[in-house]
């Protein structure tokens, strides 16, 4: 299976979401033993998602409104 179809899954699964339903978990987790792009990717969207987190928390602080969903 081409790289492509796991990054959204890659993406979803960093988000919290459900993984796309041409993805099985074990499929993706096979993937991403065998696969060092798809590993970057994944460090990658991870750390996206921490400094995402990071702002959001920073601005609950101060206490501007959260962003819509
Ligand atoms: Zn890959």
Not at 18 to 47: G, I, Q, Y
Request: charged letters at 30%; aromatic letters at 2%; hydrophobic letters at 35%.
């Amino acid at each position: 299976m081409p790289c492509i179809r796991f990054r959204a899954a890659i993406s979803a699964r960093t988000e919290g979401d459900r993984l796309p339903p041409e993805v099985t978990p074990e499929e993706l987790d096979a993937h991403l033993a065998t696969c060092l792009d798809c590993r970057r990717w994944a460090k990658h969207v991870r750390t996206l998602r921490e400094a995402t987190d990071a702002l959001l928390l920073s601005r609950k602080r101060t206490g501007a409104p959260p962003k819509p969903v």
